[in-house]
């Protein structure tokens, strides 16, 4: 269950430290990917030009690992800010949505040593 507070306080500074914690690195992640493409593109038409050849496998792997990334955090970003909205009784997300949501979490430890 979560913590809860008794302070009005932090029925404000909660939701600003998820948001910082849960959303900021998945603006960072969406961010640095989309940047790192454009340079992988950047340098396949310049090794095209010499007569070279870039793969694949560099964005795909961008791409994988920043998916990964984010889809693996989103029910715990969602569990942390509708936590302390949901009435404490509540089994099914409190007990079932945290433990997949945590679960969740885990692919992307997995994800980025298979990747």
Same mark, same amino acid.
């Not at 984010?70 to 404490?88: C, E, G, H, K, Q």
């Given at each position: 269950y979560m913590y809860a507070f008794s302070d009005k306080i932090w029925k404000l500074l909660i939701p600003i430290v998820f948001g910082i914690m849960g959303?900021? !690195? $998945?603006?960072? +992640?969406?961010?640095? *990917?989309?940047l790192l493409i454009k340079h992988l593109i950047d340098a396949r038409k310049v090794a095209k030009k010499s007569g070279g050849k870039i793969r694949w496998q560099g964005m795909a792997t961008v791409l994988l690992a #920043? *998916?990964?990334? $984010?889809?693996? *955090? +989103? !029910?715990?970003?969602? @569990?942390?800010? *509708?936590?302390?909205?949901?009435?404490? #009784?509540?089994? +099914? /997300?409190?007990? @079932? /949505?945290f433990r997949v949501a945590y679960s969740l979490a885990y692919i992307n430890v997995i994800g980025n040593v298979f990747i």
């Open positions: 959303i900021l !690195p $998945i603006i960072v +992640i969406v961010t640095t *990917s989309i #920043g *998916s990964v990334f $984010i889809f693996s *955090s +989103i !029910p715990l970003t969602v @569990y942390n800010y *509708s936590a302390m909205y949901v009435d404490r #009784g509540h089994r +099914i /997300f409190h007990v @079932y /949505f």
